[in-house]
């Protein structure tokens, strides 16, 4: 395991080469002390990405909700993005081969065995088979790759972060398709009119499917799941929104409830987002 200690934990991206591990998350329940539940979370995520054996943690960001018990405490989640530093490599000229799209224009990228790959991205899928299994390395599988193919079962590499618009439009015929251990989105229309659709899991990995993604598709328990889950979040999220006021007129951050520090050059900083104080 990593050394959980000198893990990265930022806000911002890395200056470097790096690949997606893995969505983490830290938490820390019912503390009254601002800077200990903001540690205490930064301990918890830190953990899970040294599990992961990651190097860094990027896009921190955190949501902070008060107990509703009127104790003044709260808690404190910290969500972010686990990354793997890599060595550059100077990519080769790729082979172009044209293909059509679903709207009859023409797509480039270079063909490995059923599939026509731009980078990380499937672009098309060329292949005949009903069963699909796709190449490990593939990280976004492209808008329309598998629009109206005659697939009846797909398996994803857990290299896979996004299923891009329109992925899987229009397969109707696909009963069942694996998802990656690593998939973070779900895109508009991914999987619109794929009328056989029954066998699907969702992993933990995932953060956010557009509710426009399996549209005329059979009623999915575990797309309904996550849907009411995430609308649950937005609204908690609306409520610390409505208490920006509150916490602006205490002298605390407008953004979480956070207390103030001293920062550089006299600029006041939120010990728990890290966010300057701008009013």
């Not at 990354?83 to 480039?108: C, H, L």
């Not at 990228?109 to 299994?133: N, W």
């Not at 109707?172 to 998939?183: D, M, Y």
Request: proline share 5%.
């Amino acid at each position: 395991m990593a050394d959980m200690m000198n893990i990265t934990v930022t806000t911002l991206d890395l200056n470097k080469a790096y690949e997606v591990v893995g969505p983490v998350c830290g938490s820390s329940l019912g503390q009254t002390d601002p800077d200990q539940g903001f540690l205490a979370a930064v301990r918890e995520i830190r953990k899970s990405a040294a599990m992961m054996q990651a190097d860094a943690v990027i896009g921190l960001r955190q949501t902070a909700v008060p107990v509703a018990d009127g104790s003044g405490r709260f808690h404190v989640q910290l969500y972010g993005t686990a990354v793997r530093e890599v060595e550059e490599e100077i990519p080769e000229p790729a082979v172009t081969v044209p293909a059509a799209s679903a709207s009859g224009s023409p797509q480039n990228g270079r063909r490995e065995g059923d599939f026509l790959v731009d980078g990380s991205t499937l672009v098309r899928y060329v292949g005949q088979s009903e069963y699909v299994r796709i190449p490990d390395g593939i990280i976004n599988i492209g808008a329309e790759a598998f629009h109206n193919a005659r697939i009846v079962s797909v398996e994803l590499p857990d290299s896979v972060t996004e299923i891009r618009e329109g992925a899987f439009s229009g397969c109707e015929h696909l009963e069942r398709i694996r998802l990656s251990t690593r998939l973070l989105v779900i895109r508009k229309n991914a999987f619109q009119s794929c009328i056989s659709l029954s066998d699907i899991a969702l992993p933990a990995s995932l953060q956010e499917i557009d509710k426009a993604a399996f549209s005329a598709c059979p009623e999915l328990p575990a797309v309904a799941d996550f849907i009411r889950r995430k609308e649950a979040e937005a609204k908690d999220a609306e409520y610390l929104r409505s208490r920006r006021p509150v916490w602006r007129r205490q002298g605390r951050c407008q953004y979480c409830g956070g207390f103030f520090k001293g920062g550089l050059k006299g600029v006041k900083v939120c010990s728990m987002c890290g966010m300057e104080k701008d009013y």
